[in-house]
Every structure is written in structure tokens, then in C-alpha cells.
């Protein structure tokens, strides 16, 4: 069983940047690949990115590619989304998640646990 905390999350102007964080439970992190989420308000959650078990391996929507950075550092249990350039469109409840499938996978359905997310606000 794995644990998720997301944290981080804001009010940026446009052109902003922001890091979440996601503490995980447990001492097996090193043994789950780990995704970002998003979901604004009336849509479906969508992918973000992807990192590895190791790290090694990363995956970007097109979205947020060139502006968001996933990473994380397993000494610490902790998984991060490095966001820059921010556009209102980013706006959503971001949300971490946590699977043992690999490589990264990109769709909601094969991430088994999920924290509680944090709200990000961009404003124009």
C-alpha cells in the first residue's frame, strides 16, 4: 500500500512557475513508476507526466512539454513537477500517482494509488 501527499500548489500569474511535490509512504518507492495528473473542473483527468522507477525514464504530455520537468528523488520518497512558462489552460487539481506497471504508462487506468491533489490557478 502506498501513500500520496501532494503539495505546492497555488495562484501564479501567466508566464509563472511553480513545483509540486509529492511525499510518498513506505519504503518501496523505488519500486513504482510515478505519474502526474491533472483535472480541471467538467473534464476528464489527464496525463502529465511519467517518471521511472529509477528515474531513468520520463514521459511528457505535449501539452507541458518544454515547460514542465517531472522528477524524483527516491532517498527521499519524493516525486516533483517542476512548472514553468504556466498558461491558464494549465489550471486543475494536479494530482500524484503511483503504479508498478512499466514502462510509464499514460492513461489514468493503470496508476493504482492516487493522493488527494493540489489546486493550481493560473491566472491570465
Known amino acids: 500500500q502506498v501513500q500520496l501527499v501532494e503539495s505546492g500548489g497555488g495562484l501564479v500569474q501567466a508566464g509563472g512557475s511553480l513545483r509540486l511535490s509529492c511525499a510518498a509512504s513506505g519504503r518501496t518507492f523505488s519500486a513504482y513508476t510515478m505519474g502526474w495528473f491533472r483535472q480541471a473542473p467538467g473534464k476528464e483527468r489527464e496525463f502529465v507526466g511519467g517518471i521511472s522507477m529509477s528515474g531513468g525514464s520520463t514521459a511528457h504530455a505535449d501539452s507541458v512539454k518544454g515547460r514542465f520537468t517531472i522528477s524524483r528523488d527516491n532517498a527521499e520518497n519524493t516525486v516533483y513537477l517542476q512548472m514553468n512558462s504556466l498558461k491558464p489552460e494549465d489550471t486543475a487539481v494536479y494530482y500524484c500517482?503511483?503504479?508498478?506497471?512499466?514502462?510509464?504508462?499514460?492513461?489514468?487506468?493503470?496508476?493504482?494509488?492516487w493522493g488527494r491533489g493540489t489546486q493550481v490557478t493560473v491566472s491570465s
Open positions: 500517482a503511483a503504479t508498478r506497471r512499466f514502462p510509464v504508462p499514460t492513461t489514468t487506468g493503470e496508476y493504482v494509488y
